[in-house]
């Protein structure tokens, strides 16, 4: 199973290879400087409040907390310092 996997994979490769000798050199050249004048620019349209159109409020819940209370945390900073060492 393998090898027919190996065999068949060998294949495939060969078929999709292209001949870079044939293919001419693509160059790609691009705009150095290009000049945008905004003064010439007119947008035509209107203005308005956007109305109904808002984030209606969702209720906020609340989740108790599932963690025990605790006072301090010296026995676990000590273990911490202890582990350091």
């Given at each position: 199973?393998?090898?027919?996997?190996?065999?068949?994979?060998?294949?495939?490769?060969?078929?999709?290879?292209?001949?870079?000798?044939?293919?001419?050199?693509?160059?790609?050249?691009?705009?150095k400087?290009?000049?945008?004048?905004?003064?010439?620019?007119?947008?035509?349209?209107?203005?308005?409040?956007?109305?109904?159109?808002?984030?209606?409020?969702?209720?906020?819940?609340?989740?108790?907390?599932?963690?025990?209370?605790?006072?301090?945390?010296?026995?676990?900073?000590?273990?911490?310092?202890?582990?350091?060492?």
């Amino acid at each position: 199973m393998k090898l027919l996997v190996l065999v068949a994979f060998l294949f495939s490769s060969s078929l999709f290879a292209q001949n870079t000798k044939a293919s001419p050199k693509v160059i790609y050249k691009y705009k150095k400087y290009e000049k945008f004048d905004f003064e010439d620019l007119v947008i035509e349209g209107e203005t308005g409040s956007p109305g109904d159109l808002s984030i209606a409020p969702r209720y906020q819940r609340k989740f108790k907390n599932v963690l025990p209370y605790r006072k301090n945390f010296h026995a676990e900073i000590r273990k911490g310092m202890e582990r350091i060492r």
